[in-house]
């Protein structure tokens, strides 16, 4: 079994697919298949049910999946820990984070951060808070950026900032000239929600909780524009963040009364785990420009 023969195997599982992870890996889709195959044969069992060129982890292959990336992140941050040990104005941060984060908040920060350090780089992404948690127990990213509405053993978080949540309503509706409304204002509502796993979703469900209501679910999204898509659109109403450059001429944002209508957006960290010179010093650089805000 070869480094190599893991690298693929974490690609296919990620993509489910033969040719886009032939196209990312830069190899021919039949070397591809090849080094799948002989990797099963090698462990006497299958790791995808296959359709076509579609594929999905079976039960071997999920178990599998956890323990090649443990060993693949561990292998990375030794290879990272003696590059960086000798120059540390140099190397990779693996950042995730929220969507709705990319819209204004990380592309200023990391703007920011490159006027002081322009040689570090950035690997990025974008995921839901529970998802984003489980990659960074998996030693597979440095840092997250996300409402803090999920703990974990051996995750550190710390706050950054706060932001207010709004109701946002399509122009029209019979909440849009309210000056503030209450959480149980839109109990009845159709609900445009972000999908379970988003911070967003768990803070919302909490809100609506403490009402004693259940909010009335009509679509899931995967980002908040979507969200804000389809509340233009007149199909519900939904609960999202103040959203920087959007257009308020479909929607109504509308304060909420209720105090504890705001998410906390922190950095998380595992406790236990190796950070590069550069990582420490994105983190050191978020800690201190939050704590002098």
């Not at 032939?22 to 190899?27: D, F, G, H, V």
């Not at 044969?41 to 071997?60: C, K």
């Not at 309210?178 to 768990?202: N, S, V």
Request: hydrophobic residues 40%; negative net charge.
């Amino acid at each position: 079994m070869e480094w190599q023969q893991l690298e693929y195997f974490q690609t296919v599982a990620r993509l489910q697919h033969f040719t886009r992870a032939a196209e990312e890996l830069s190899i021919s889709q039949p070397a591809l298949s090849r080094s799948i195959a002989n990797l099963e044969a090698e462990l006497g069992m299958p790791l995808f049910d296959r359709q076509g060129r579609s594929v999905r982890l079976n039960r071997y292959g999920e178990r599998f999946a956890v323990r090649v990336g443990r060993a693949l992140a561990e292998i990375r941050e030794g290879k990272e820990e003696l590059a960086h040990w000798l120059d540390p104005d140099y190397g990779t941060v693996a950042l995730i984070f929220l969507k709705s984060l990319g819209i204004s908040a990380v592309p200023s920060l990391l703007s920011e951060f490159a006027q002081h350090w322009p040689n570090i780089r950035f690997r990025l992404d974008q995921q839901s808070t529970h998802e984003m948690l489980d990659r960074l127990e998996r030693g597979e990213v440095d840092f997250i950026l996300s409402s803090m509405t999920e703990t974990r053993s051996g995750v550190q978080w710390r706050s950054l900032w706060e932001e207010v949540l709004y109701a946002y309503v399509p122009h029209g509706h019979r909440l849009a000239g309210c000056t503030e409304i209450h959480i149980a204002d839109m109990a009845e509502e159709p609900f445009i929600a972000l999908k379970t796993g988003y911070g967003m979703r768990t803070i919302a469900e909490r809100l609506f909780e403490q009402e004693k209501a259940t909010p009335n679910i009509v679509f899931e999204g995967d980002d908040v524009m979507t969200v804000v898509g389809f509340v233009s659109a007149g199909l519900g109403v939904s609960l999202l963040p103040a959203i920087p450059s959007l257009e308020l001429d479909k929607v109504s944002r509308l304060p909420i009364a209720n105090p504890e209508c705001r998410r906390t957006i922190g950095l998380a960290w595992r406790t236990e785990g190796y950070l590069s010179p550069p990582a420490e010093r994105f983190r050191a650089f978020l800690l201190e420009r939050f704590e002098r805000a």
